[in-house]
């Protein structure tokens, strides 16, 4: 949407704003009752007094109906509620039992019958809120509680529950439900996000709790994952139209816990998986492996009731609390098989070896030393464990005033996956993630028409990848020089740094809500403002490593290389305010209008404008409350998500020593072998490492000017504009069918270019014709110095490049001959797995980049755009109870989406620099076909009386991406080169394993000559659909009349079917020389577009709830 439409919409927002009075609209965290008392001949009774009790707490609110019997009660907490109507010389009717869930607008009206016709001085229904809410102009689904118990849930994660709801899908390259295998698979990027809802991009959610921010600011995911027995509901909103909530420009999910009652209850439940239970995944059975080792317990236990302190504090009717516990434990364990030297390093001990019977002495080369070495075998429990906590205190200060205290803590350590080999128990890495946060929600009822709402959070989270060892002591590597040759690689100990990170996220967040009724007019103002402080800390090499080419360098303190890594700390910092006020406006009985305004900042990106209006309306045509035609449009602005910003930060400030690095002043070469060992035995005593202010790091350090990264002046917060339009039907007395047809539009989302990638000379088409243009001078800097462009022995004094090899069947070499008496080195832009011709080339073309003393250098910026169409059928039928005890209810959603966009995460390249327009097509999220079906399906009594409960997921195939291996072939610094085809694109589709291919599909490949980009599109490819089909199995047993035993059976992927995904697997193309072999070609073509991963086996999990 451009600016002047933009402004188009503020101004017919702002004319509602003259019309009506300034205020706000739906609630999306609480529930709001509203109705008509009338007599039993139609009239309205003014002055009729409306009181609602929450069941569980006894907390009551009283509204005064007006002179048109209406009422509206704002504000309450969801929950079962019993609402009654009185007036004077009337018998009282109360309503029962009615269950509401987040964000409902229940229209309950009241027929009054003069005290002198009954004899009853109260009338007592059961009530029952209406299927369809036609005041709802928010587009989305609750799971309430009756599903997140009975539902199967593979992972635990009450997140994954809205899988079950329409426009969700995954996130790109997805990892989610894959089988684990005896494979060190590819996990999916941190900053992919966990989910998409309406196609937006799975990092532009905001998730919260009891509608407090819960999101990790830097990881795109969220902070805490409650249990899910602490869960009232989970509540996901595709289109939020009202302008309560922002720092989303795609939806928001929201997990409502539980509270307190006025009774004590309790749950104690307990959950176990086995590998002997489950089935073999298809990699293991295909590899004739056993099954992976795993055994899981989950216990845990929740209790609530009133707040009793013996002798202190009575909180009967005031207090309530509500406690949830659950410990995950996933077995698991590591086998340490290496070779460690015989005799021990008193500087820096190792264990000893576990069979001395099976020594020998090393065969390194020289100069390294030799030295005995013998086994080291050893077990190691990597388990992963998991501590989750949540405890929540309601009070009650009068019937005006209550508030809420939460508590969340999480504790996860994780070791499993992290394979021993020649890692010491030391060296082992592991995950933690630990969070606690505590909250305070506070209500005040100035009147029956007035509310106030105030928030306060402070979340603490601190996840990191570390190994066990600790951060404080050096990395040392000892190379393996097995003469059997049973053992290679190199011997980790002390501590690991690959890959190792730490991080500590706060927050600080206030909010202030103000509700009240005005007429015809629902009304809210407030505001919300979080401070958010990240640092990351980059463990990679902060410690210091210490390389030795053998165990005898090691034991006589001869090390071949050191390395050590300084400033790896930053901290970003982020202020977000955002205000809003908005207006429900009941313009007819029957037309509900919602309209509003947000603003919002981010203080670490400059973007001051960013004003979100939203309009949206609720229509019910037939005035029966059974049918509503709702339509809504905005605009959303995403959070600022702080792992993109910080990596800009991070890399321009890093300091590196690295002795492999120095160069010999004499040639302006790097030092050689013998050169290195020298300095380091003059210079470093091993294990002590260096620090910043060292003479040695301010002489030898230097900064990352190969690559580096830099933010856009320009830069901005991404945005979205979405539309919505759907109709919802009620069908009989308990089904209902919604349509909604959504359009979402993303904008400025943040990509990445190289804006420092040579510049094409006028004059060229591509770079190919200019490096075959002209000779580039490769001259020695000195006698016996370097070489500027091709630095081997054999290289000339000139390069010239060529497109054809002069040695046909070596196309890979680089041929040297002479021409009047001048050397001259040909390199061959066709060639074929050379990285000496691509980094030749790159060499001959550094005098183009605007600077040409930097290499690659990364921008952010704002220019990344996505559209998605999507059309969502749901059908739903309320849970009914039959005479015979059978009873079911279900979900079934269909989701026909269109979803296409330039880039894969916040810091995508287009594959010709800054070129995103190129890169504009199908999305890898594009899956056109979803269906899920969810439900509980009771069996009559003479069948035992059992409770079904299945989850069905399926889906159409996904686009994937047909790459060549991260060969920079165009020359512009980044790995993301396509190939070139000149067949049917239609044909590029998956195949299972086995599966015939026609061999003529590799003469439609072709690699782009060096200096040129291949044509194949973006995502050409089709990959496979999705089948996902798990059931759970439990029966209630009444033990007496408090204690009900619910053991359960779970069975994930309950067909066993294998259903095959490539992950976040890379497909990549590769080109042959002449040489390659039939077999060779032979093993690639078996291979090509076939996936390597499939979604998880049947798993069984056994539990057991036993509530009192």
């Known amino acids: 949407m451009c600016s002047s439409q933009k402004l188009i919409l503020l101004l017919v927002l702002a004319s509602f704003s003259v019309i009506a009075s300034p205020l706000i609209a739906q609630d999306l965290d609480n529930i709001t009752i509203s109705g008509r008392v009338t007599d039993q001949n139609g009239a309205v009774i003014p002055g009729a007094i409306v009181t609602a009790t929450l069941v569980k707490t006894k ?89 997140i118990e009975s539902l199967p849930v593979n992972s635990r994660s009450p997140i994954d529950l809205i899988f079950t709801l329409g426009g969700v899908s995954e996130e790109p390259l997805s990892t989610r439900d894959l089988a684990e295998d005896r494979t060190s698979a590819r996990s999916s990027p941190e900053e992919a996000g966990n989910f998409s809802l309406s196609g937006g991009p799975a990092y532009s959610n905001n998730i919260t709790i009891d509608g407090l921010d819960n999101n990790d600011d830097r990881a795109a995911r ?157 077990s190691v429990s990597t388990p992963s464990r998991n501590h989750i906590f949540t405890t929540r205190v309601d009070h009650k200060f009068t019937d005006m005033h209550n508030g809420q205290i939460l508590y969340q803590l999480g504790r996860l350590k994780n070791l499993r996956q992290f394979g021993g080999g020649n890692r010491l128990a030391q060296a082992l890495e592991g995950k933690t993630r630990n969070t606690d946060a505590i909250a305070y929600l506070d ?266 990264r830099r933010l856009d002046p320009k830069l901005r917060i991404p945005e979205s504009y979405q539309t919505n339009v759907g109709i919802e039907r009620q069908i009989g007395h308990n089904l209902v069918f919604e349509a909604n047809y959504t359009w979402n539009r993303g904008l400025h989302l943040w990509r990445e270019f190289n804006v420092n990638a040579a510049r094409l000379p006028k004059g060229f088409k591509n770079f190919t014709e200019y490096l075959a243009s002209r000779d580039f001078a490769n001259f020695l800097s000195r006698p016996g110095g370097v070489r500027p462009l091709l630095n081997s022995s054999t290289a000339g004094d000139l390069v010239r490049f060529v497109l054809a090899p002069s040695d046909a069947a070596n196309p890979n070499s680089v041929i040297r001959i002479v021409e009047f008496g001048v050397p001259i080195s040909l390199v061959n832009l066709n060639s074929f797995t050379s990285t000496t011709s691509v980094n030749t080339a790159l060499a001959a073309l550094n005098s183009l980049r605007p600077d040409p003393s930097k290499g690659e250098v990364e921008q952010l910026i704002p220019v990344g755009n996505s559209v998605y169409h999507g059309l969502t059928l749901e059908l739903r039928h309320r849970f009914r109870s039959m005479k015979n005890g059978a009873g079911f209810s279900f979900r079934a959603v269909y989701t026909l989406s269109f979803l296409k966009d330039d880039g894969i995460v916040n810091t995508s390249d287009a594959l010709v620099p800054s070129d995103f327009q190129r890169e504009f097509t199908h999305s890898l999220l594009d899956r056109r076909h979803r269906f899920a079906l969810s439900g509980a399906f009771d069996t009559p009594k003479l069948f035992g009386k059992l409770r079904l409960s299945p989850i069905l997921r399926l889906a159409s195939g996904a686009p994937f991406n047909i790459s060549i291996g991260g060969a920079d072939r165009n020359l512009d610094d980044i790995g993301n080169d396509r190939p070139i085809f000149n067949g049917d694109a239609n044909v590029l589709k998956w195949r299972r394993p086995g599966q015939s291919i026609d061999a003529s599909i590799l003469n439609h490949f072709a690699l782009p000559t060096i200096g040129q980009t291949g044509n194949l599109a973006r995502n050409a490819g089709t990959g496979p659909g999705q089948f996902i089909f798990d059931l759970n199995v439990t029966r209630e047993f009444k033990v007496t009349d408090k204690v009900r035993l619910r053991p359960l059976v779970e069975f994930d992927n309950v067909l066993n079917k294998t259903v095959f995904s490539f992950g976040s697997e890379f497909i990549d193309f590769n080109s042959f020389g002449p040489t390659s072999s039939d077999a060779t070609r032979q093993a690639f073509l078996d291979s090509f577009l076939v996936p390597t991963r499939t979604m998880r086996p049947r798993q069984i999990r056994l539990g057991l709830r036993l509530d009192f």
Not at 682 to 694: A, C, E, K, V
């Open 443 to 708: 209500n005040y009822v100035f009147s029956a028409k007035a509310v106030a709402q105030t928030r306060f959070q402070y979340s603490r989270l601190t996840p990191a990848v570390a190994a066990t060892g600790g951060t404080t002591s050096p990395v040392v590597l000892i190379g393996i020089n097995d003469p059997l040759k049973l053992v290679t690689g190199t011997l980790v100990a002390g501590t690991s740094t690959s890959g190792a990170t730490d991080r500590r996220e706060t927050r600080f967040q206030f909010q202030e809500i103000f509700a009240s009724v005005s007429s015809k007019h629902s009304m809210k103002f407030g505001g919300d403002l979080q401070r958010i402080k990240s640092t990351f800390i980059d463990l990679g090499d902060a410690t210091g490593t210490w390389d030795f080419d053998s165990a005898g360098d090691f034991l006589a303190n001869v090390p071949g290389r050191f390395r050590q890594n300084f400033l790896t700390t930053s901290t970003q910092q982020n202020t977000y305010a955002g205000i809003f006020a908005q207006d429900e406006w009941r313009m007819r009985s029957n037309f509900m209008l919602s309209y509003g305004l947000r603003w919002e900042n981010e203080s670490i990106v400059r973007d001051l404008n960013n004003f979100g209006p939203r309009l949206a309306f609720a229509y019910d045509p037939f005035k029966s409350g059974k049918t509503v035609i709702r339509g809504g449009a905005g605009i959303f602005y995403n959070r600022a998500l702080l792992r993109t910003i910080d990596d800009f930060t991070l890399g321009a400030q890093q300091l590196f020593f690295d002795t492999d690095t120095l160069v010999d002043p004499a040639t302006g070469k790097l030092m050689t072998n013998a050169q290195r060992r020298a300095f380091i035995a003059s210079n470093l005593r091993f294990p002590q490492t260096l620090s910043l202010d060292s003479p040695l790091v301010k002489q030898f350090g230097v900064l990352n000017s190969g690559f580096s």
């Open 222 to 378: 969220e902070r805490f994952t409650p249990s899910m027995e602490a869960l009232e509901e989970v509540q996901l909103i595709r289109n939020q139209f009202a302008a309560e909530y922002g720092r989303a420009s795609g939806g928001r999910l929201n997990l409502r816990t539980r509270g307190g009652a006025s009774k004590f209850r309790g749950r104690a439940f307990y959950f176990f998986r086995d590998e002997s239970l489950n089935a073999n995944t298809w990699k293991n059975n295909s590899l004739g492996l056993p099954r992976v080792p795993l055994q899981e317990h989950d216990p845990g236990f929740t209790l609530s009731g009133p707040l009793m302190i013996p002798q202190l504090y009575n909180g009967g009717n005031r207090t309530f609390f509500f406690t949830a516990y659950e410990y995950d434990t996933l077995l698991d364990s590591a086998v340490i098989d290496t070779l460690v030297p015989v005799q021990q390093n008193s500087l820096f001990p190792l264990p000893a070896p576990t069979s001395l019977s099976s020594q020998r002495t090393e065969i390194a080369s020289a100069p390294a030393l030799n030295a005995a070495i013998a086994p080291f075998i050893s």
């Open 59 to 147: 907390v009551e609110r009283t509204v005064v109906t007006d002179d048109d019997g209406r009422y509206k009660l704002i504000q309450l907490e969801p929950g079962v509620y019993s609402i009654k109507a009185s007036f004077t010389n009337f018998a009282t009717e109360e309503k029962t039992d009615l269950t509401t869930v987040a964000g409902q607008n229940v229209q309950l009206n009241f027929t009054l019958t003069p005290a002198g016709v009954t004899a009853e001085t109260v009338i007592v229904n059961a009530a029952e809120a209406p299927q369809v809410d036609t005041s709802r102009t928010v587009v989305g689904g609750t799971v309430t509680t009756h599903e």
